[in-house]
């Protein structure tokens, strides 16, 4: 079956400092992958999708970046934080056109 | 345009009540229709799903059908549990490219 993970589970970070956001998944190829936002209270923001190794598109701009160096990894970067990247971090993952599979989740408050 | 509009919350309930929140779509095309769950602090999980017309996914006691004829899925539950207390998505999948569609969400509060 297949399996997602997300670390960290928590993270506070102070303004300006990077960020690295890892997302695993197990028990499948060449899946889609996602990176989306949610703020306190709020509903979803794509980020960033990946349909292969080194293939991302950004959705929205900011100061985030994101990486695919592996086929089943997913990354999102930044090299200096701001207030307003606190968030609910979420990974998910798809084989097209199927149903969307998400991870845990990284709580970041940025201080 | 292609897009998931679904009832604002809160909604608030007595336990075992009747439960609809209210989700239709704008697509070219039957894309498959979904129903995701957000319990406080975690990811979102999978409801249930309807992949064409007419379809009723289910799960847990919560049914959903794809009317295309209104371009809705509503998802309903004859008596809803405090343990449903949570944040439900509705959404649709693409039916070209590789974005998926959701609704902004709807809180559900559930009072013994």
């Known amino acids: 079956s297949q399996t997602i993970h997300q670390w960290p589970a928590t993270l506070v970070q102070p303004v300006g400092s990077p960020l690295s956001l890892e997302c695993t998944v197990e028990g499948t190829s060449n899946p889609n992958l996602y990176w989306y936002r949610q703020a306190a209270g709020r509903g979803l923001q794509l980020l960033f999708y990946?349909?292969?190794?080194?293939?991302i598109s950004s959705e929205v701009p900011q100061n985030l970046s994101a990486s695919r160096p592996q086929d089943r990894q997913f990354i999102l970067s930044s090299k200096k934080l701001l207030l307003s990247d606190s968030g609910f971090y979420l990974c998910?993952?798809?084989?097209?056109?199927?149903?969307?599979?998400f991870g845990p989740g990284t709580r970041l408050t940025v201080l | 345009g292609n897009s998931v509009t679904q009832m604002e919350g809160p909604v608030t309930l007595s336990e075992e009540a009747f439960l609809t929140i209210n989700c239709t779509y704008t697509a070219t095309g039957y894309p498959s229709l979904f129903w995701y769950v957000q319990y406080p602090g975690e990811g979102l999980q999978l409801l249930l799903k309807a992949t064409k017309a007419d379809d009723k996914g289910s799960n847990k006691g919560f049914e959903a059908t794809y009317r295309k004829e209104t371009t809705s899925f509503h998802l309903e539950k004859g008596s809803v549990q405090v343990s449903d207390s949570a944040v439900y998505f509705c959404?649709?999948?693409?039916?070209?490219?590789?974005?998926?569609?959701f609704g902004t969400g709807t809180s559900l509060t559930v009072i013994p």
């Open positions: 990946s349909v292969g190794i080194g293939q």
């Open positions: 998910a993952w798809s084989v097209p056109p199927d149903t969307q599979y």
């Open positions: 959404a649709r999948s693409p039916r070209t490219g590789n974005q998926f569609y």
